[in-house]
């Protein structure tokens, strides 16, 4: 009996669909967004209340132990101070030359 040639099976490939990405894979590469689409819609901004504004505050401020503010402060007078003492022997330089 001869042997008849069995054609391989071959599965049909559906068309892409413009935004879908392909299912994903070792390989998979998320689809582009079309540039005129609307922005996907987010969460509305919503104001503070007094409340919630001095609670962020409180907490911001306990970020930064003691310490670093007076260390903050403290270089930020001599740092001035440094600043002046230059300046003032630039002005008594220029003034003898």
Do not use: C, N
């Amino acid at each position: 009996m001869p042997e008849e040639a069995v054609a391989p099976a071959v599965t049909p490939v559906p068309a892409a669909t413009p935004g879908v990405a392909p299912a994903a894979g070792p390989t998979a590469v998320p689809a582009a967004r079309d540039s005129r689409e609307a922005p996907a819609p987010g969460p509305a901004a919503v104001p503070l209340t007094a409340a919630q504004e001095a609670s962020l505050r409180g907490r911001l401020e306990a970020k930064f132990p003691r310490g670093l503010w007076i260390r903050l402060i403290a270089y930020l007078f001599v740092g001035h101070l440094f600043a002046g003492f230059l300046y003032l022997l630039f002005e008594l330089g220029s003034r003898r030359g």
